[in-house]
C-alpha cells in the first residue's frame, strides 16, 4: 500500500513568488492535513480538508490556500513568498475526521532566497 | 528580528537500555495523543496512539503512558537500539470532528552503540 506522496521533494523559489506544492494521501483515506515545520517555531497545523471542504485553519497568514480534490488529493500554494516561508511542508492523511491515526508524507523542503 | 530556534532536550542512553520519553500537553480536553518518531530528512513516523479512556498501551517495545490528572504522556522504549536514534514529538488532538494535531518541541534521542 503506497504512502503518503508529496511533490516535489524540493523547490527553490524567490522573494514574492508563488508556490503550489501537492500531497496525494494513502488510498481510501480522506482527511489531508498540513503543517509547517522549521527549527524556530516547530511543527505548526496550517489547515485541514474533509471530503474537500476545509475544516480547520491554524493561525498563517491569508497567503496560504489550500483546497483538496474529489479523489481525496490535495494542494497548498503560498503567494508572494517570504524569506519566512522557507521550511519543510508536511502532509499528513487520516482515514476519516477525527480520533484516526494521521500518516506523514516525505515533506517538501522550500527554501525562499 | 532573528528567530531563535527551539531547543531540543536531548535523552542520551547505551544501546540495550530503556529509554523513557516525556511530553506534558496542554490541553485538558484533549481526547487522543499520538507519538510520532522524525528521522533526519524524513517526515514523522507514526510509532503508538492512546486515547483518553485509557492510561497505557503497549506496541512492539514500545509503551505510552497517559496520565490526565497531571497532563502528561511518556513514551517508554525498551531495548534502545541504534536505529531508534531520531527525534521524537508527542501530539495531541483537540477534541471534536478534527485531526489538527498540536505538537510538543520533540525530543532527541542519542543511541550511544
Known amino acids: 500500500k503506497a504512502g503518503v506522496t508529496q511533490t516535489p521533494r524540493y523547490l527553490i523559489k524567490t522573494r514574492g513568488q508563488q508556490v503550489t506544492l501537492s500531497c496525494s494521501p494513502i488510498?481510501?483515506?480522506?482527511?489531508v492535513s498540513w503543517y509547517q515545520q522549521t527549527p524556530g517555531q516547530g511543527l505548526q497545523f496550517l489547515f485541514e480538508?474533509?471530503?474537500?471542504?476545509?475544516?480547520n485553519k491554524g493561525n498563517f497568514p491569508g497567503r496560504f490556500s489550500g483546497r483538496q480534490f474529489s479523489n481525496s488529493r490535495s494542494e497548498m500554494n503560498v503567494s508572494t513568498l517570504e524569506l519566512g516561508d522557507s521550511a519543510l511542508y508536511l502532509c499528513?492523511?487520516?482515514?476519516?475526521?477525527?480520533?484516526?491515526?494521521?500518516?506523514f508524507g516525505q515533506g517538501t523542503r522550500l527554501t525562499v532566497v | 528580528g532573528e528567530s531563535v530556534g527551539l531547543h531540543l532536550p536531548t535523552l542520551s542512553v547505551q544501546e540495550g537500555d530503556n529509554s523513557i520519553i516525556n511530553c506534558a500537553y496542554s490541553n485538558s480536553a484533549s481526547d487522543y495523543f499520538i507519538w510520532y518518531k522524525q528521522e533526519s530528512g524524513k517526515g514523522p513516523q507514526f510509532i503508538i496512539d492512546i486515547r483518553s479512556n485509557m492510561d497505557k498501551r503497549q506496541g512492539q517495545r514500545v509503551t505510552v503512558l497517559l496520565n490526565k490528572t497531571v497532563k502528561h504522556l511518556s513514551l517508554q522504549i525498551a531495548a534502545t537500539q541504534p536505529g531508534d536514534s531520531a527525534v521524537y514529538f508527542c501530539?495531541?488532538?483537540?477534541?471534536?470532528?478534527?485531526?489538527?494535531?498540536?505538537f510538543g518541541t520533540g525530543t532527541l534521542l542519542a543511541v550511544q552503540p
Open positions: 488510498s481510501g483515506h480522506r482527511s
Open positions: 499528513a492523511s487520516s482515514i476519516d475526521l477525527a480520533g484516526t491515526e494521521a500518516f
Open positions: 501530539a495531541e488532538e483537540g477534541g471534536g470532528a478534527t485531526n489538527k494535531l498540536i
Open positions: 480538508y474533509f471530503s474537500e471542504t476545509q475544516r
